[in-house]
């Protein structure tokens, strides 16, 4: 995954690098604390499969700002949660893996699915104990954690983030891409597919609805007629993502 970068060309010759707030000052940004660092860390050996780990970090960057816009959510608890909800996979063979999560599924791989988010649990008890945490939060992440594609409902505000993290994930620029690949879609039928699996029906907090369509505004002006229209032009301004 390589992103394509600007070079540092300053068309107007003025020095503003003393205007660049720090990091912290500027609202949306987020990384990983030290806390959840090392939970990364210890999580990474179990997300090496099916993209995983990069899908954890979008996921990640999406659970952290619905924590900030809904302050009752436990972000002591969502985070970590996010973090580690897929380390199961790693116990389930790639293609079955594909095969039980693919739009259209008859059900007949839910096992995999159960599979994973009991084994996630596992592992997540694993290294929440090595970190330290205490015994009443392990075993309310490992509740959301064992269950999260599973159950349809939501038993806390907590679980809701992690569910709603997860599934907005589908259509940032990864989710877009990773998709299209394993199911032979180009960018268009991707967006599609992957927006109507990520809304109205599968997400819980009106705040990640909200974040879910304005990622999918974005994703449909990158695909839009207009836009290649000025790409073919050689706009100069139009900013092209690689991944």
């Known amino acids: ?14 020095d503003v690098t003393d205007k660049i707030p720090a990091w912290d000052d500027v609202p949306g940004l987020v990384s990983m604390g030290e806390r959840d660092a090392r939970i990364w860390e210890l999580a990474t050996p179990y997300l090496q499969t099916r993209d995983n780990d990069v899908h954890t970090l979008y996921s990640f960057s999406i659970a952290s700002q619905l924590c900030r816009v809904i302050p009752d959510a436990d972000e002591h608890i969502v985070l970590p949660a996010i973090i580690m909800h897929d380390t199961g996979w790693s116990t389930v063979d ?42 009443d939060d392990i075993d309310e992440i490992c509740a959301i954690i064992d269950g999260h594609d599973t159950r349809l409902e939501s038993t806390s505000l ?39 699996r990520a809304y109205e029906k599968v997400l819980f907090t009106d705040e990640a609805k909200h974040m879910s369509l304005a990622i999918m505004a974005l994703e449909s002006m990158d ?18 993502t690689e991944w």
């Open 94 to 135: 790639e293609e079955i893996a594909f095969q039980a999560i693919a739009p259209g599924r008859d059900g007949s791989y839910n096992w995999a699915v159960i599979q994973h988010e009991k084994e996630g649990a596992r592992i997540a008890r694993e290294i929440l104990e090595q970190v330290g945490y205490a015994p």
């Open 158 to 196: 907590n679980d809701s983030l992690v569910k709603d993290a997860d599934k907005v994930w589908r259509v940032t620029p990864h989710g877009i891409d990773v998709a299209m690949p394993r199911f032979g879609l180009n960018r268009e039928e991707s967006l599609r597919i992957n927006g109507i």
């Open 223 to 240: 695909i839009s007629a207009q836009m290649a229209d000025m790409q073919k032009r050689g706009r100069a301004n139009v900013t092209t």
């Open 1 to 14: 995954m390589k992103r394509v970068s600007r070079s540092p060309i300053n068309h107007l010759g003025r």
